[in-house]
């Protein structure tokens, strides 16, 4: 077993997390990595991602599987393959699992160490015998740790997922995290969640299902738990809106009666009535997924579409910064 087992980037520091938690009590709108901050809340996501991820039906593991197979053929040699968002890591692992092209190694990125663990363990399980990182960082941050990155693969081709996170963020936001790590000549697999058919908010009301249930409310809460607000103090409210032009899901807690947040140094009173944005979701179309790649990340080289249009993965052969 050849594992450098966890590295915490000084941007996953408990200090970062209570200034992201002092940050989204004043501003009224979570910030996502707190749902991912401790092992309750990414256990909890872990539950959320087993009953309500797309990736569980339709082409399940294997569309992953065979697109991470076509960007090894494509980047050429026996290339690094870097997770950021790991999560439990499962689609990887399905790749890894298969006979057929085998990389140099595997790097798991995430904020929350107990992703990055489950993800390693995962990935040994599939396939053992190679070298395997883990790094608990903050990929906003990724100025910061891309240099210990490229020292882990050097030279390597490299192959890079991008899996389920770009609902999470702003369009120009996610090009921002990526271009500090993104080489020219590296592979990029990206999978999105989709509005289907066609696309906005129309496309998105089918699959609110997916975010309006007991799961991820109960996840959602743990980072309102950790902030001393107790679940009896809120209930959740769902919408449709449009941000960037996408499609999105928004999730509030609406406050029943009074509840205080709490943080070192500081704190903020709800009173009934009041709402503080939980997470948000956004569900653009392919189309848009296609022409964000394509307006300064790089060329894509595949394209793979559910049945059922809620979910998509592409190959991207990227340009640099």
């Not at 092992?39 to 082409?59: I, N, T, Y």
């Not at 396939?127 to 882990?152: N, T």
């Not at 928004?250 to 939980?278: I, K, N, Q, V, Y």
Request: aromatic share 10%.
């Amino acid at each position: 077993m050849k594992w450098t087992l966890l590295h915490l980037d000084a941007s996953a520091h408990p200090a970062r997390l209570e200034e992201s938690r002092a940050r989204s009590f004043q501003c009224g709108a979570l910030e996502h990595g707190l749902h991912y901050a401790g092992p309750v809340q990414s256990l909890r996501w872990l539950e959320v991602h087993r009953c309500h991820a797309p990736a569980g039906r339709g082409a399940g593991l294997d569309g992953y599987g065979d697109a991470l197979q076509a960007a090894c053929r494509e980047a050429g040699g026996a290339p690094w393959v870097v997770s950021l968002g790991c999560g439990g890591g499962g689609k990887e692992a399905a790749f890894l699992a298969r006979s057929g092209a085998t990389p140099s190694g595997a790097v798991a990125v995430d904020t929350s160490p107990t992703l990055v663990w489950t993800a390693l363990e995962a990935w040994q399980a599939a396939r053992s015998g190679l070298a395997f990182h883990g790094l608990a960082a903050d990929l906003a941050a990724s100025a910061r740790w891309a240099p210990g990155l490229d020292a882990w693969t050097g030279a390597t081709p490299r192959v890079f997922t991008f899996f389920g996170l770009l609902p999470n963020w702003e369009p120009a936001a996610a090009k921002d995290a990526l271009r500090p790590l993104l080489r020219a000549g590296d592979i990029l697999v990206l999978g999105a969640n989709l509005a289907p058919d066609a696309g906005g908010t129309s496309g998105a009301v089918r699959v609110l299902p997916q975010y309006n249930n007991p799961e991820t409310v109960h996840w959602l809460s743990a980072a309102l738990e950790d902030a001393g607000i107790p679940p009896a103090c809120w209930t959740p409210e769902w919408s449709l809106a449009e941000a960037s032009g996408w499609a999105r899901i928004e999730a509030r807690a609406r406050f029943t009666a009074p509840a205080e947040a709490r943080w070192p140094g500081g704190s903020r009173r709800f009173s009934p009535g009041d709402g503080l944005r939980l997470f948000f979701s956004n569900r653009p179309a392919a189309a848009q997924v296609r022409r964000w790649i394509e307006e300064g990340v790089g060329r894509i080289r595949a394209e793979w579409l559910d049945e059922n249009r809620e979910e998509g993965r592409w190959m991207v052969r990227c340009t640099g910064s």
